[in-house]
């Protein structure tokens, strides 16, 4: 495993549409393991492949139940509303209110291939939406409430 450079905000990367995944391979496995080790070394619960300059629909997220691996992740079903202060390791430094639903259900595949759903409500719910905007191009800075960035 390795880790990667973080694109930052300002990258025209982050702002592009990444691409379904429809080969499981070793490289793909490997960019996986190497997000996972760069969501750590930077203290993150949460990284998109985008962040590490590669437009594949991959996210990883770990909140501390051990890590999962989403590939071509998509929000099926979304309930409530909450509003929870996000911050992003491609958006160093900032952080503000967003509004996000309660809970979701996300459609995915996991790495063997076989289709998968997911349920989540409050932090995980929150994590799986912004990781999934990262993969249509989307920063949390985009959706924060009122201008509401502190520094």
Known sequence: MAIRNLRIEGDAILRKKSKEINN????????????????YANDGIGLAAVQVGVLKRAVVIDLGEG????LNPVIVMQEGEQIFTEGCLSVPGKNGEVLRPL????????????????????????CLCHEIDHLNGVLFIDNIIEDDISE
């Open 24 to 39: 499981i391979d070793e490289r793909l496995l490997i960019l996986l393991d190497d997000m996972l080790e760069t969501m």
């Open 103 to 126: 809970k979701v259900k996300v459609s995915y595949k996991d790495i063997d291939g076989n289709e998968q759903i997911l349920e989540a409500e409050n932090l995980m719910a929150v």
């Open 67 to 70: 890590p999962m691996k989403l």
